[in-house]
């Protein structure tokens, strides 16, 4: 086991095989499988266009680019730039939306 001084210890890779999949693993592979996972991004996306936060997002780059110089920008500082804002920025209602759906998959899909 690894230790450190703020957090409990995490187990080592070796000590992990073998070990259960979590709710968290299990949960996706069931999305995966059921097709449920793409359905649920593409709603994702259609609720970020409407909503105008792509071109917000698009906006942030576009004057991040042109601030630093187009030849003085990687794809790495936009998605550290974009990635907290990004997610920050995400309307309340359509991470509600998302998560309803996933409840109701859940629902629809118990042993």
């Not at 957090?7 to 890779?13: E, V």
């Not at 968290?24 to 069931?30: A, S, T």
Request: hydrophobic share 35%; aromatic share 2%.
């Amino acid at each position: 086991m690894k230790h450190s001084v703020n957090r409990p210890p995490t187990p080592d890779g070796a000590e992990d095989q073998g070990n259960e999949p979590t709710l968290q693993e299990i949960i996706n592979i069931k999305l995966i499988e059921s097709g449920e996972k793409e359905r649920l991004m593409e709603l994702l996306r259609e609720r970020l266009i409407e909503c105008g936060w792509k071109d917000e997002m698009k906006a942030l780059c576009r004057a991040y680019v042109k601030k630093k110089g187009r030849n003085n920008v990687t794809v790495d500082d936009l998605v550290h730039l974009i990635t907290p804002k990004g997610r920050a920025s995400v309307p309340d209602s359509v991470k509600a939306e998302l998560l309803q759906r996933i409840r109701s998959f859940l629902m629809s899909n118990a042993p």
